[in-house]
């Protein structure tokens, strides 16, 4: 375990440092060879899944955590749909999603950080890579993905809701369905929100078209048996095949 926290450690100093400006070319490519590497490796692994939903949702609930509870419900009613469940891979939300599809005999995928704190992958995954590169992770969890769910959780949660929420603002990705779930502690969030499109910041048709608030786990399956199953005519076949002269699996 500790190596592995110093190993977290080394990889965070590395980005530190390439956040500080600029270096010597070298260094730079470098730098560039380890991000293409960590894509290539994600592609390998993520890329024969099949139609996902991402999870997103804080690390720090445990299992008796009505959010966990709720978390686990939404991965088992995904995983009856027809998705694979696709998370951060480490503890807390992210675990409870994974293990409802794991216990719901669906698909449960992973895509850990490496931190010297909080995160490891759960138990609950069938699949899952190690990411050293926080922006390499967030685009693979969007790139496989036709909807989101968004749980209670930090910044980290707050950070990956408005990077999938931007994408789909500015036509980067299509117009997957975002469902926001927990009113009450999503309570001022909905306030701001209301504020930015009085004050034209943002459209009503944003919040209107993209965006879920509920409590209810069946509206939230019947939000993306709609928004996503019939508007983008999902299939449970894969539509790639891997490999076995690459190594793919």
């Given amino acids: 375990m500790n190596s592995e926290k110093a190993k977290a450690r080394h990889y965070l100093q590395s980005e530190r440092r390439f956040l500080e400006g600029p270096r010597?070319?070298?260094?730079?490519f470098i730098f560039a060879f380890k991000v293409w590497f960590e894509f290539i490796k994600g592609f390998r692994a993520l890329h024969f899944l099949g139609p996902c939903v991402?999870?997103?949702?804080?690390?720090?609930?445990d299992e008796n955590h009505e959010y966990y509870q709720k978390a686990r419900e939404i991965g088992a009613g995904l995983?009856?749909?027809g998705f694979g469940?696709?998370?951060g891979g480490g503890p807390g939300i992210m675990e409870a999603a994974n293990r409802g599809a794991f216990e719901n005999n669906g698909f449960s995928i992973g895509c850990n950080i490496q931190l010297p704190h909080e995160q490891k992958e759960n138990p609950y995954?069938?699949?899952?890579?190690d990411f050293r590169y926080f922006f390499v992770r967030k685009t693979l969890?969007?790139?496989y993905s036709y909807g989101f769910v968004i749980m209670p959780g930090g910044w980290g949660t707050m950070d990956e809701m408005f990077e999938a929420l931007t994408l789909i603002q500015t036509g980067k990705i299509e117009d997957f369905p975002v469902v926001v779930f927990g009113t009450t502690y999503w309570k001022k969030l909905i306030e701001l929100l209301d504020d930015m499109v009085a004050n034209k910041t943002i459209s009503e048709t944003d919040t209107k078209e993209h965006l879920l608030f509920t409590?209810?786990?069946?509206e939230a399956m019947a939000h993306f048996k709609k928004y996503a199953i019939q508007k983008f005519d999902l299939k449970r076949e894969k539509v790639y095949r891997p490999s076995g002269l690459l190594g793919e699996r």
């Fill in 141 to 143: 969890l969007i790139k």
């Fill in 54 to 61: 991402t999870v997103f949702g804080s690390a720090r609930f």
């Fill in 79 to 81: 995983s009856d749909l």
């Fill in 24 to 28: 010597s070319r070298k260094r730079e």
């Fill in 85 to 87: 469940v696709m998370t």
């Fill in 125 to 129: 995954l069938h699949r899952w890579v």
């Fill in 215 to 218: 409590d209810s786990v069946e």
